[in-house]
């Protein structure tokens, strides 16, 4: 690790395997706590660079437990946290407004590093209990049209990073990994980034795969579409800036999408906009997101998708599906 460090301080970068076998090392235990944290602290001093990205992503993808949910055609819908907004559980609601839309939602989540209340906060809270188990992960899709993977119960080897994540309390390049590591693999993704340099990375690697994708970036910092400026979006056909306004959304103020400062008023706004109860800001913010995610899966308009995500929320189906979701992860 000292050659690496040395190396890295230096303005050098890894290729790709190189980046492979230093993050098994720090899954594996192979470093100390000092090494971790001097590994991780470089990457807040300088960029990281795609092949460094795409070797973290292998060594994460080949030690996690896989999840089969083959057939489902899922998306996940997420953000990379970090950007310090700290917002209400934008991509958590708006999950369950795909959901109730009927497209299966393989959602991927963990605690709050630099936020008050990451997605399994929020639930926790509001009674779920988290599971490894894959059968209940197709229990839950079939009920809810969605399920769950709290990332420690299926990336077991992190446990040696996330006490070191929790102390430093700063977004790291674990931020920037976790959408891309979904244990499902789910063929359709929605992901909002912190950065335009970061959209770019993500655009430039999910270009070499498979997938159906969609990369957000509100160019006010926000990791999801906030609706508080014009957005970038980054998917399989175009490369555009879109506008509020052109979404038929007034221009939101940042402090009408604030998270409040603990779990529990977190878990209020959730139950309240899922119940039919939220603001009008804050019900444009889940619906443009979840829109843009049904538009995803489905190869629509955002407008088409919109109207259908605004539909779910409106007529309790997506409160319904976080009811059946609850009755199986509860």
């Keep these: 690790m000292k050659e690496i460090l040395n190396r890295l301080i230096n303005n050098q970068s890894l290729s790709r395997e190189e980046a492979k076998e230093v993050l098994t090392g720090l899954a594996t235990g192979k470093y100390n706590n000092s090494q971790v944290a001097a590994f991780l602290t470089v990457y807040l001093m300088r960029a990281i660079e795609v092949q460094e990205l795409e070797g973290f992503r292998d060594a994460m993808l080949e030690l996690c437990n896989p999840v089969d949910l083959d057939g489902y055609n899922a998306i996940d819908v997420c953000g990379t946290g970090g950007d310090g907004k700290n917002t209400f559980n934008i991509s958590t609601i708006s999950s369950f407004i795909v ?3 009927e497209v299966n939602v393989a959602k991927h989540g963990n605690y709050g590093v ?8 929020v639930l926790e809270h509001l009674g779920v209990k988290f599971s490894g188990d894959q059968d209940q992960m197709k229990r839950s899709m079939d009920a809810s049209g969605i399920c769950f993977m709290h990332a420690p119960l299926f990336h077991p080897a992190m446990k040696n990073v996330g006490p070191i994540r929790r102390e430093l309390g700063v977004k790291t390049f674990f931020n920037m990994l976790g959408p ?3 244990p499902a693999f789910p063929p359709n993704q929605l992901v909002g980034v912190f950065s335009l340099e970061l959209a770019r990375l993500y655009g430039y690697l999910y270009q070499n795969t498979d997938k159906n994708f969609a990369i957000v970036h509100s160019l006010d910092g926000y990791d999801e579409i906030s609706l508080t400026t014009d957005f970038k979006l980054i998917s399989n056909h175009a490369e555009e ?3 509020p306004e052109s979404l038929g959304f007034e221009t939101l103020r940042q402090e ?3 998270g409040g400062e603990t779990v529990e ?3 209020e706004i959730f139950n309240s906009i899922l119940e039919g109860k939220g603001t009008e800001p804050q019900n444009h913010a889940v619906i443009s997101n979840a829109g843009l995610a049904i538009a995803t899966v489905k190869q629509t308009s955002m407008a088409e998708g919109i109207s259908q995500a605004s539909e779910a929320l409106q007529n309790g189906k997506a409160l319904q599906s976080f009811k059946n979701f609850l009755s199986i992860n509860s």
């Design 256 to 258: 009408q999408l604030h």
């Design 241 to 243: 800036l879109i506008s």
């Design 265 to 267: 008023t977190a878990a």
């Design 180 to 182: 891309m590591v979904n």
């Design 114 to 121: 630099s936020s008050v209340s990451g997605s399994s906060n």
């Design 99 to 101: 959901a109730g839309a």
